[in-house]
């Protein structure tokens, strides 16, 4: 069988190829689709390697021969579906001289548009500058389905400062400190759910020069931080 010979799925015997692996990353983030890198490899193959993607209903996406010891990557765009079904994919290795394999399917709806925001983690740092005194307030979620909308409110509800940053990456919001202090908080949100941070004072009062602290608005919230349950909150003096 030639590297580039298409193998028929239904042809696919488990164990005559090493474990062949998929993963992914996301690139791009638009309202309904992303633009995914798919990686296919199987590490113990004998180059050459022919992979191919498939997609739901046994659909062929894309196909690649790979003549080293490397993963094959597949750019492509995934729209969202009207069922979780539709949106899975596996990755197949065949082998010049025979041997083939499939990876564990990929359900790119749950890995996409199905986490819910979770463990939010909230920095503030004071900058004494000669702009006067200013805070930079860091809020990334280290779980949840992109697109994340991270917000900077008041204890009234009221939304100060706003950003959509890309995927993985934090929210970096910074603003003047006034002379009476002020409670803030994060908030993150996406089209599944609600996480903010507690309420935080700014500024906290004196603070020692050096390493970061935890600062919990309450009682309540040091608990929730303690079990997990909250993200956390930190201030650095610069």
Known sequence: MSADTTVPRDSITPGLVPEVTIAYQVLEVFPRSRRVLITCHS??????????????????????????????????????????????????????SGPRGASTTLQMYWELWAKPVSQLQTNFTLLDRGSGPRVEMSCRASLGSPPITYSLVGPDGHVHLQQRPHYGQPANFSFLLTETPRWFQCQAQNDINVQSSPLTLVPPGQLPRGPTFVLAASLTSIAAIASGMLGRTTWTRL
Not at 50 to 55: K, M
Not at 64 to 83: D, E, G, Q, W, Y
Not at 86 to 94: F, G, H, I, R, S
């Open 43 to 96: 590490p113990q193959g004998t180059p050459p390697i022919a992979y191919s993607l498939w997609g739901s209903q046994d659909i062929e996406v894309a196909r690649k021969v790979v003549k080293k010891h490397t993963p094959a990557s597949f750019s492509i765009n995934v729209t969202l579906k009207s069922r979780p079904d539709l949106l899975t994919y596996t990755c197949q290795a065949a082998t010049s």
